[in-house]
């Protein structure tokens, strides 16, 4: 079956503008995962989505990142005012739930020129 | 606050040769723990998952094993071919509650012809 999409493959965006990540997680994958990978600081968990649950937004860096996730399945990671350090590969990863192996999607690669 | 640290950064090896991977995690009270290898500009494919209950897991040449007394998993490669040849990732996932991974920063693995 399909696995976890995520679009687009590459953005690059100008400081200071916002941009939207997009994941389209295994379909009946009730869990969802956003990691930020970049050079310096390897693989960073962002926010977890179970169901209907109040997310697990610990990760997140800073209060320029958000993310929602519509109808218990497709996600958007939204990014305000990006910084030149925000450039990193953004994953998405789902599951079928607490604990079970987890499934990566290919990633967005940002550019912050 | 869970740490997990791979050594070597870098092993190359001819093809043919078993090898272990080594991956250590300060807090021994983990969930399971997460094997995946990570080709280059791709996203990270999961290779195996082994619970805390579990010693050892296989799929294949791959053997992944758990010691949580010693916080430390190995990922055995048998007959190891130059299709191998990508960046190895163990992730914990620490017992508490919280569904976050905490990855190492990988063994770049490459198999020589």
């Known amino acids: 079956g399909a696995g976890v999409s995520q679009s687009p493959s590459n953005k690059v965006t100008e400081k200071g503008k916002d941009v939207e990540l997009r994941c389209d997680p295994i379909s009946g994958h009730t869990a969802l995962y956003w990691y930020r990978q970049s050079l310096g600081q390897g693989l960073e968990f962002l926010i977890y989505f179970q169901g209907n649950s109040a997310p697990d937004k610990s990760g997140l860096p800073s209060d320029r990142f958000s993310a929602e996730r519509t109808g218990g399945s497709v996600s958007t990671l939204t990014i305000q005012r990006t910084q030149q350090e925000d450039s990193a590969v953004y994953l998405c990863?789902?599951?079928?739930?607490?604990?079970?192996?987890?499934?990566f999607g290919p990633g967005t690669r940002l550019t912050v020129t | 606050k869970q740490e997990v640290t791979q050594i070597p950064a870098a092993l190359s090896v001819p093809e043919g040769e078993n090898l272990v991977l080594n991956c250590s995690f300060t807090?021994?009270?983990?969930?399971?723990l997460q094997w995946f290898r990570q080709d280059p500009g791709k996203g990270l494919t999961s290779l195996l998952l082994i619970q805390s209950s579990q010693r050892e897991q296989t799929s294949g040449r791959l053997n992944a094993s758990l010691d949580k007394s010693s916080g430390r998993s190995t990922l055995y490669i048998a007959a190891s071919q130059p299709g191998d040849s990508a960046t190895y990732l163990c992730?914990?996932?620490?017992?508490?509650?919280?569904?976050?991974?905490?990855f190492g920063k990988g063994t770049k693995l490459t198999v020589n012809p």
């Open positions: 990863a789902s599951s079928l739930g607490r604990g079970r192996e987890q499934y």
């Open positions: 992730a914990a996932r620490t017992q508490g509650g919280s569904e976050k991974l905490v």
């Open positions: 807090d021994s009270a983990i969930y399971n």
